[in-house]
């Protein structure tokens, strides 16, 4: 079946068991990743703190504005589409009475 030395487990018998300094370390590799994506690692230290928390004051809003937003556009979205296939009424006094 598996072809992995006795010492190694294979992934659809058992799932390894998730060390504590494998997670530190790809943790760490991500940070390192950030800091040379967003080119933060050349800032100072004060400076790096005024653009992460700007940073994360855009995130923050950007997710709120989705969350509260995105929902009212579907629901309109789907009664105009809704709507085109149903014909409109022929006068809107007869939708009154």
Known sequence: M?????SEVCF?????EMDVKGVKETLSWLYYQ???VTCSYVLEPWEQTVF???????VAMV????YVFIPIHIRLALEFF??????QP???????T
Do not use: D, H
Not at 90 to 96: D, F, G, L, Y
């Open 12 to 16: 659809p018998l058992r799932v390894r």
């Open 52 to 58: 992460n928390s700007v940073l994360f004051i855009i």
């Open 63 to 66: 997710l709120y504005t989705a």
């Open 90 to 96: 022929e006068s809107t006094v007869a939708i009154m």
């Open 82 to 87: 809704s709507g085109l296939g149903a014909g």
């Open 2 to 6: 598996c072809k992995v030395p006795r």
């Open 34 to 36: 950030y800091l040379l």
